[in-house]
T-cell receptor
Framework: ETGVTQTPRHLVMGMTNKKSLKCEQHLGHNAMYWYKQSAKKPLELMFVYSLEERVENNSVPSRFSPECPNSSHLFLHLHTLQPEDSALYLC??????????????FGPGTRLTVL | AQKITQTQPGMFVQEKEAVTLDCTYDTSDPSYGLFWYKQPSSGEMIFLIYQGSYDQQNATEGRYSLNFQKARKSANLVISASQLGDSAMYFCAMRAYLEAAGNKLTFGGGTRVLVKP
């Protein structure tokens, strides 16, 4: 595996379900990110982790719960979602948060549909 | 606050021709970076090119070049010799190094490019 991988690629869930999105980066990076891409809206940054510590949380509802057990893995735990949460969820990683090595590399995304 | 504007929602380009995608930005931060990403229908955001605000020369990366006009606050992407595989959404993004914590990227709304054979 190379780059940034995400599983599953597609997910359909009911509003009462609990599911998790997984992201894994094989680039040796220290920072990881979750983004949400809704139809006709710019990408929205949700969470930022650096060396497994959360450094940014952009007013995301608590029904989205991130977890970063190590610098290679990032999860997004989902529970009691709403239909408006249907979107493409993209994971990204970068070497660091700044200093010229901050280019973010993205995974293929998980397309989530909430019924 | 940072803002990115891409005024072209969609455009057609003939195969083998060049195409310019517009991007204007707004920030009061003197230190920033500008990025272009390509998103095919598969969904993955592919990094194309980067320009730093203090870079003296325009960035180039293969068939991609960035026309950076700092005074106009524009960072247009030029794709030369378009190929059918260039059909995708293209996003301009910015990182303001002093104002935006956590390496936050601000994205534009994107431009959809369709290359015609």
């Amino acid at each position: 595996e190379t780059g940034v991988t995400q599983t599953p690629r597609h997910l359909v869930m009911g509003m009462t379900n609990k599911k998790s999105l997984k992201c894994e980066q094989h680039l040796g990076h220290n920072a990881m990110y979750w983004y949400k891409q809704s139809a006709k809206k710019p990408l929205e940054l949700m969470f930022v982790y650096s060396l497994e510590e959360r450094v940014e949380n952009n007013s995301v509802p608590s029904r989205f719960s991130p977890e970063c057990p190590n610098s290679s893995h990032l999860f997004l735990h989902l529970h009691t979602l709403q239909p408006e949460d249907s979107a493409l969820y993209l994971c990204a990683s970068s070497q660091d948060l700044a200093g010229g090595t901050d280019t973010q590399y993205f995974g293929p995304g998980t397309r989530l549909t909430v019924l | 606050a940072q803002k990115i504007t891409q005024t072209q929602p969609g455009m057609f380009v003939q195969e083998k021709e060049a195409v310019t995608l517009d991007c204007t930005y707004d920030t009061s931060d003197p230190s920033y970076g500008l990025f272009w990403y390509k998103q095919p229908s598969s969904g993955e955001m592919i990094f194309l090119i980067y320009q730093g605000s203090y870079d003296q020369q325009n960035a180039t990366e293969g068939r991609y070049s960035l026309n950076f006009q700092k005074a106009r606050k524009s960072a247009n992407l030029v794709i030369s010799a378009s190929q059918l595989g260039d059909s995708a959404m293209y996003f301009c993004a910015m990182r303001a190094y002093l104002e935006a914590a956590g390496n936050k990227l601000t994205f534009g709304g994107g431009t959809r490019v369709l290359v015609k054979p």
